[in-house]
Nanobody, 120 residues
């Protein structure tokens, strides 16, 4: 059974930092494209950061230069370091793991989400 467990969310003041963690079980994160997505109230889920299994990273325009996605293979965990947080970063953040099976179908797993709130 695959589980992605996010942690590290909370309330932080504007300009502050948080580090989110996504601990995986049932999969090996280095074999998957791992990503962080977020969803604010009334808005669609959007990509925050993606790290492919080859190490390439992609960031949403609104977080470039402030957020960093990384991976610890030994801990089978993916992180999202968030610096210079802004009120508009407030959302539920979700961890995602995906890859194509040899059959062409998609393996796609989601965590339960962790709340990040940025407010003074």
């Amino acid at each position: 059974q695959v589980q992605l467990v996010e942690s590290g969310g909370g309330l932080v003041q504007p300009g502050g930092s948080l580090r989110l963690s996504c601990a995986a079980s049932g999969i090996v994160v280095s074999s998957y494209e791992m990503g962080w997505y977020r969803q604010a109230p009334g808005k669609q889920r959007e990509v925050v950061a993606i790290r492919t299994n080859s190490g390439r990273t992609v960031y949403g325009d609104s977080v470039k230069g402030r957020f960093t996605i990384s991976r610890d293979n030994a801990k089978n965990t993916v992180y999202l370091q968030m610096n210079n947080l802004k009120p508009e970063d407030t959302a539920v953040y979700y961890c995602n793991a995906r890859r194509l099976r040899v059959t062409g179908s998609l393996e796609d797993y989601w965590g339960q989400g962790t709340q990040v709130s940025v407010s003074s």
